[in-house]
């Protein structure tokens, strides 16, 4: 992991100093629709994201790398564990800082393609439940609570179109997972305690999955 994150930051450095006469900064914010790629019970979420970007231009293609702050997660249900048979929902709230190189290749009049490979890492990661009197049987009361089992890093690729006028840049990008979320796939949560990670019933891989739509500005 540590070999895989050095190589990922020296490529978003080196595209964002390479050649420094023509390098454009700028911020960016958009819209998340965020969820799992798993089996069970699941929806995604609206949510945001927000960060900075650098781009420098070879010919037709962009190289921009971007340090973004993105709020994903799900909104999910697990199922009654004793005879009351009441499922509980839940909202995921992942905090992720995601760090991106993205490739731009021009088609025409400002429209380009966009692809390239995202490293993600966890700064908050909470489990909201709706409905908190719904206690899983007296043994667990349910209460919000700090995520756990959850891999702290994150490693996905995006791909999307893209349109560039002037100053602006919009972006469409859709976000795949590669990586597990799960930190131990033998996981399984105690009864006891407040803090789950899992959907329903499964030992299925959880991955990320969002389409997200920003607007860059350039700043210079």
Same mark, same amino acid.
């Given at each position: 992991?540590?070999? =895989?994150?050095?190589?990922?930051?020296?490529c978003?450095?080196?595209?964002s100093? !390479?050649k420094?006469?023509?390098?454009?900064?700028?911020?960016?914010?958009?819209?998340n629709y965020?969820?799992? +790629? %798993?089996?069970? *019970?699941?929806?995604?979420?609206?949510? =945001?994201?927000?960060?900075?970007f650098?781009?420098?231009?070879f010919?037709?293609?962009?190289? @921009?790398?971007?340090?973004?702050? !993105?709020?994903?997660?799900? $909104?999910?249900?697990?199922?009654?564990?004793? %005879?009351?048979?009441?499922? !509980?929902?839940?909202?995921?709230? +992942?905090?992720?800082?995601?760090?991106?190189?993205?490739?731009?290749?021009?088609?025409?009049?400002?429209?380009?393609? @966009?692809?390239?490979?995202?490293?993600?890492y966890?700064? %908050?990661?909470? &489990?909201?439940? $709706?409905?908190?009197?719904?206690?899983?049987?007296?043994?667990?009361?349910?209460q919000?609570?700090?995520i756990?089992?959850?891999?702290?890093?994150?490693? !996905?690729?995006?791909?999307?179109?893209?349109?560039d006028?002037?100053?602006?840049?919009? %972006?469409?990008?859709?976000?795949?997972?590669?990586?597990?979320?799960k930190?131990? $796939? $033998?996981?399984?949560?105690? &009864? *006891?305690?407040? *803090?789950?990670? &899992?959907?329903?019933?499964? =030992?299925?891989?959880?991955?990320?999955?969002? +389409?997200?739509i920003?607007?860059?500005?350039?700043?210079?």
């Open positions: 992991m540590k070999k =895989t994150i050095t190589i990922f930051l020296s978003f450095l080196l595209a100093f !390479s420094a006469q023509e390098l454009n900064l700028g911020v960016r914010a958009g819209l965020a969820g799992y +790629i %798993a089996e069970g *019970e699941g929806s995604a979420r609206v949510s =945001t994201q927000f960060g900075a650098a781009n420098t231009k010919g037709m293609v962009i190289l @921009q790398p971007e340090a973004l702050i !993105s709020l994903q997660g799900a $909104k999910a249900s697990i199922p009654s564990l004793d %005879a009351m048979n009441l499922n !509980s929902d839940f909202t995921d709230r +992942i905090t992720y800082l995601n760090l991106l190189l993205i490739a731009k290749i021009n088609i025409f009049s400002g429209f380009n393609l @966009q692809a390239g490979p995202q490293y993600g966890v700064l %908050a990661a909470k &489990r909201d439940f $709706k409905k908190n009197d719904l206690a899983l049987g007296p043994a667990l009361r349910i919000d609570g700090d756990v089992n959850l891999n702290k890093y994150d490693l !996905s690729f995006n791909f999307g179109i893209g349109y006028i002037g100053r602006f840049d919009i %972006a469409a990008r859709y976000n795949l997972g590669l990586k597990d979320l930190k131990d $796939k $033998k996981f399984v949560p105690n &009864r *006891e305690s407040d *803090e789950q990670f &899992r959907l329903a019933g499964g =030992t299925e891989d959880i991955k990320n999955q969002l +389409i997200y920003s607007l860059g500005y350039k700043l210079f």
